[in-house]
Nanobody, 123 residues
Framework: QLQLVESGGGLVQPGGSLRLSCTAS????????IGWFRQAPGKEREGVSC????????NYADSVKGRSTISRDNAKNTVYLQMNSLKPEDTAVYYC????????????????WGQGTQVTVSS
């Protein structure tokens, strides 16, 4: 089963930065497109960013565009999401998942959702 583990969340003040990590366990991440998603309390899960298997294609939600960078280090079997200029509305649980292609609204994910990592932006 394709299992991913998210890490790197935390409590940060508005304007701060975090780097989220998504690490694969038991399979080679380089073969797959990966998406980052988030779910805030009382809201539906939404796509934040995604990256193709080669890393040549990336997409960002308008809400994070210009403030976030997705990247991958296939040697480390890890995908990163660097988030800068964080805002209170970025507060959510962030998840990563294997997706069929680098689209923000995939029809399905491959595998299952992990535990996610909590990001809280507050002064």
């Amino acid at each position: 089963q394709l299992q991913l583990v998210e890490s790197g969340g935390g409590l940060v003040q508005p304007g701060g930065s975090l780097r989220l990590s998504c690490t694969a366990s038991g399979f080679t991440l380089a073969r797959y497109a990966i998406g980052w998603f988030r779910q805030a309390p009382g809201k539906e899960r939404e796509g934040v960013s995604c990256i193709s298997s080669s890393g040549s294609t990336t997409n960002y939600a308008d809400s994070v565009k210009g403030r976030s960078t997705i990247s991958r280090d296939n040697a480390k079997n890890t995908v990163y999401l660097q988030m800068n200029s964080l805002k209170p509305e970025d507060t959510a649980v962030y998840y990563c998942a294997v997706v069929p292609s680098a689209e923000l609204k995939p029809a399905y994910i491959i595998g299952s959702w992990g535990q996610g990592t909590q990001v809280t932006v507050s002064s």
